[in-house]
């Protein structure tokens, strides 16, 4: 035989809808994994020419059309090289998510992925039929079964390859991340390898699309379930490895890490790829002294470079100079440009326009709100004016309880840590205190305070956020229900209150800006309830 | 045999995620049923007991069990009449959505829905396994086959019934409208009948659950393809038909109506259902003398009467008195309540806190988007005080093409005509006006301005809206390329400016309030597209 088959991995990062791009990119790599790798196969991930997810993109003839057209490019000009690439292709059973195998000009194999997810954040049943048949294809005398994302989570695509002859499965993912998913995938890829005995080329995208992160860490198990290879974390990667693999190769690339780094670096490259793929020149966002803009603005500096970013403090009457002195140093110590604009103008300005109206009444929540849309205005005109992405700060506690302003905090265009708990948001600041200090001390060590009001602290409202996540977390990523939490030694009353207020304020996250999802559920595509509900009479009553 | 089977037709309006609620409107319309109208069998809509769409209420074990404990009540509760109900029932194969009947406390039959729609809004395949097979009871020596919805849209689940002794059909439905749906259904419906030879009886919803307006409109056809009942539109209804039909009972109850009809009674439905569901005491909205806010305002008088409405005029120097002196005669018309503040003193306010920042910067959208955002702020003020909805006046082509600003004229929690083109507009006001005028024919005549600079009109900007609408319902309704707009007769550069304007502006969409849907694609869940996108590039290109 002709000795080992050499495999490169394209980990790359693609642009969802735009096929001539990912075209490029996929003919870029391919001949740089010829020519600088001697790589006989390359594989690139699922949806290359589509990027994933495109939604209803794909109901679009025209965009299966351009698939058409870049692939009839890359097959054109790439040689030498046999090109696994993913693609929407529509034959007579409907249209697949599929997989074609490119040699020298011809498409010398199709595969139709045949497990389409339809949970979480999948919708491919909306967009794809299943395929039904295994699709093994030769390569330098190697018989490799080509297998698509989730036909891996389940036992027969892959059984049925190695019925069909073959000797290694490619599996070509878009498969995004959440806290801890790389251990899920190396669990589900050890247990293909122990029912199958095949080695495993696991090739995934890397890069934001929205909501979406996707991690890459693509992975090479050998067939007796070791890791032998893996792609780095929220990178781009083209590499190249060989089978059967030479002895002695096996490495354990995964290192223990801190769990806050995975997550951290999740939305670094979710918050970049945001605006660069959108063409935003920077960012901009709001700095008050808290702990959720301080780290939100870490995060953008890392994503974009403190040149990129620019923070505003917006103070009023209620803002403790303390505030101010913290939003400061946490700007100094970014090396961030900011500008400081007082609210108080304005704010007087309505109070004074709403007064006929409000005769008689007392401030409430009605006052706060008003402040907190002041400052949208601001910052929604700074970004009108200069072009820039308004990052909104608010955490997934308080987009789960609504302890936020529609219109005020919560107006921009990305919000980069909506789906972190505020104590996780507490762990992220001081593990990015670690590699630099960038938040002062004292900014992780005062009780959190909104400033809408004298003396306001978030504890008036809410149960302390230790309290408060864990009820969350089992309420809305756990789907328990006020027993069970009960159950698990929590008061009911508070358990109660806070599952009420969840069901209560669906409609202000349904006006909320996209964020990065790092938990198995997000405020995102992943769950999905209805405004009109009478779901809280069975809390209230159970 | 025992004469006629008496069937009554329940076509109810439920509440989503409250299972006691919908279970108690069950035993009441049963007892009634039974008592006032002797029918032997009601037939209920379909997932009767968690109304329709639950969403991902579904994926709460709770829910279920709620409708279990649900189901257990009427079982005990109601006698003397069989019922015919649908609810999510789980067994070995998963969850269904599934259809019981009920006789004398016992299940004596049940149904798994075989067709699961997972297209446009539907995302049924994300909660329920197909049922496999055909259910046929007897009642009253009659056999009669159950099928739910999407089933009768597929010949096969009738053909089953047939084959498993149906003599009958009862399809269960929660069929939402759209424009020209119903006209749909009975030529849907007359295929079954033509293939299978049996009558159906069609029982839909009715009523507004968020984006969805269920328009009822019950069928009941005969084995000859006649529709020889029609429930009433938009509204409740408890009424009996007999199987066999007595001879010569065939009517046509659908006398030809203007097609603004429809839609403009949905729009009321859906803002009414809004409103009463979600516990608001009213709703306001901002009345600038403009054809979209008077339209509004209709809508929202109709669903709710003229002392639950509050109209809010917001003039500006840009505001031309003929705007100030329709509003006022538009709020006269109708008997609504109205107030005035001017946004000038926070206008001039945010110009002076801004003026360091934008110093030598000409004026742009900036200033104008202030001033929608200083509206923004006065109309959610008294909202949050008084605790009325705000209803928002922005159509389905200012949408398509982002000519709105958000958390300017875009706040607010419901937006009743966010998806009638501009020039459905007008012909729903002359409608409307038809009935009783109520906006006066200048607001009908003049040419469109957003007030914001000027002598600004919304033609310095965007095509005219008889050229504007067409483009735009060939590229998001029908998924046409711009070559075959073009091909249509429309100018390319038109075309492909519009076409890059609705791309560009998902990220807008992504923050709107919910709206009533009213075509086959509209901006909720039926258009589920990236905001992060190349597509726009194709668009260029082609």
Known sequence: ???????????????????DHNAERVIAHARRARDELGAHLVVFPELTLTGYPPEDLLLRPSMIRWCRDALERVRAEVDGIDVVLGLPWQDGAGLH???????????????????LPNYAVFDEKRYFVAGRRPTVFECRGRRVGLTICEDIWDPEPARRAR???????????????????????????????????????????????????FDGRSIVMDA??????????????????????????????????????????????????YVEKNGFPGA???????????LTLAIAVDAIGPERVEAVLMPSRYTAQMSIDDALAEAAALGVAHRTISIEPAFRAFLRMLEPAFTGLAPDTTEENIQARCRGIILMALSNKFGRLLLTTGNKSEM???????????????????????????????????????????????????????????????????????????????DQSVEEIVAAGFDADTVKRVAIMVLR??????????????????FGKDRRYPITSGYHRYVRGH
């Open 1 to 19: 035989m002709n000795g080992p088959l050499r495999i490169a991995i394209a980990q790359i990062d693609t642009l969802v809808g735009d096929a």
């Open 97 to 115: 998510n599929a997989a074609v195998v490119l040699r020298d000009g011809e498409v010398i194999a199709r595969y139709a992925k045949m497990r």
């Open 163 to 213: 019925e069909a002859g073959a000797e290694l499965l490619v599996n070509i993912n878009a498969s995004p991340f959440h806290r801890g998913k790389q251990q899920e995938r190396i669990a589900t890829l050890g247990q293909r390898v122990a029912e199958t005995g095949l080695p495993i080329v696991y090739v995934n995208l890397v890069g934001g699309q929205d909501e979406l992160v």
């Open 224 to 273: 007796v379930g070791e890791v032998v290879w893996q792609g780095p974390a929220f990178a781009e990667t083209l590499a190249v490895v060989e089978h059967p693999l030479p002895a002695g190769q096996a490495v354990h690339p995964e290192t223990e890490q801190p769990p806050e780094r995975e997550i951290y670096d999740a939305l670094v490259l979710g918050v970049r790829d």
């Open 284 to 294: 901009l966002l709001g700095l008050s002294g808290g702990i959720d803009s301080a």
């Open 400 to 478: 789960a309880v609504g302890y936020a302003t529609l219109y005020g905090d919560m107006a921009g265009g990305y919000a980069p840590i909506k789906d972190v708990w505020k104590t996780l948001v507490y762990r992220l600041a001081r593990y990015r205190n670690g590699i630099a200090p960038v938040i002062p001390e004292r900014v992780l060590t005062r009780p959190p305070s909104a400033e809408l009001a004298p003396n306001q602290k978030d504890s008036d409202t809410l149960p302390p956020y230790e309290v408060l996540d864990p009820i969350l977390e089992r309420f809305i990523e756990h």
């Open 505 to 522: 304020n669906e409609y202000k996250r349904r006006q909320a800006p996209p964020g990065v999802r790092i938990t198995p559920r997000g």
